[in-house]
Nanobody, 132 residues
Framework: QGQVTESGGGLVETGGSLRLSCTASGVDFDDVAMGWFRQAPASPGLSREGIATIYTGDSSTYYDDSVKGRFTITYDNAKNTVYLQMNNLKPTDSAMYYC??????????????????????WGQGTQVAVSS
């Protein structure tokens, strides 16, 4: 049974930076897609927004336009950990951030990197708040 756990959220001023971490267990970290999603508090009825995904099989990365150029997703195979470096943060980035793992057919994430139902394991989330 896979499990993912996020950490690293907090409160930061506009223009600041944060790095989120996500540690996975129970999955083959050599062949898994790890995604970061977020859900703003004002939109509980909306689906989680996918913002960054990395496929460890070939290190390919995918970003939503809203974070491209500001956020960077990386991973450390030895630690089974994925990171999300977030720079130039804006108030609109405020949200609960979730990490998720796609174990089955992970290489197909290139076709749908942000499809929520494709990810089998989800963390509890870590809160990010950006003050104006």
């Amino acid at each position: 049974q896979g499990q993912v756990t996020e950490s690293g959220g907090g409160l930061v001023e506009t223009g600041g930076s944060l790095r989120l971490s996500c540690t996975a267990s129970g999955v083959d970290f050599d062949d898994v897609a790890m995604g970061w999603f977020r859900q703003a508090p004002a939109s509980p009825g909306l689906s989680r927004e996918g913002i960054a995904t990395i496929y460890t099989g070939d290190s390919s990365t995918y970003y939503d336009d809203s974070v491209k150029g500001r956020f960077t997703i990386t991973y450390d195979n030895a630690k089974n950990t994925v990171y999300l470096q977030m720079n130039n943060l804006k108030p609109t980035d405020s949200a609960m951030y979730y990490c998720a793992a796609m174990k089955n057919d992970a290489g197909l994430c290139r076709f749908y990197p942000f499809r929520v139902n494709s990810y089998e394991y989800w963390g509890q989330g870590t809160q990010v708040a950006v003050s104006s």
